[in-house]
């Protein structure tokens, strides 16, 4: 199951050249990743905060402009022990067309330990619901 949340582009994070700055593309896919995680059932409160950002990369396909509809999608590409991997695509919503792909690899993280910890079953469980249909 695919999961989608949709950004506008606003005009700060626009630059000189008038199209969406490259670093807009990492607050987009976080912005799915934190709505990603609320849809499975996480707060956010933080206390009870259990994720880490440990890697993230952005392709850039093709430009984006002020005010443009993205649709930011978010799906589990692999599952381990202890991380897990997003990939991030994010299309204009008028043409259908991609602008940018991204992957985002997020480790399950003890704050109090500062340790990284097995992800528990009932998350890979709901992960694994976000991944591909096999080919």
């Known amino acids: 199951m695919l999961f989608k ?11 000189a050249l008038g199209h969406i700055n490259n670093t807009s593309y990492f607050i987009y896919m976080e912005e ?8 499975l059932g996480f707060g956010m409160d933080i206390k009870d ?6 890697s993230t990369t952005c392709d850039y396909i093709a430009q ?4 443009d509809e993205i649709e930011v999608t978010a799906e589990v590409a692999e599952i381990g022990t202890k991380s897990f991997h997003l990939m991030h695509r994010m299309i204009n ?6 602008i940018a792909k991204g992957k985002a690899v997020i480790v399950y993280f003890n704050f109090d330990k500062q340790v990284s910890e097995a992800l528990p079953e009932l998350l890979k ?3 694994s619901r976000h991944q ?3 080919e």
């Open 125 to 127: 469980s709901e992960l």
């Open 93 to 98: 919503r008028k043409t259908g067309k991609l």
């Open 49 to 54: 905060w259990r994720f880490i950002l440990a």
């Open 32 to 39: 799915a990743r934190i709505k990603f995680f609320q849809y």
């Open 5 to 15: 949340t949709t950004v506008t582009a606003r005009c700060g994070e626009t630059d």
């Open 64 to 67: 984006g402009y002020f005010n």
């Open 132 to 134: 591909p249909a096999p």
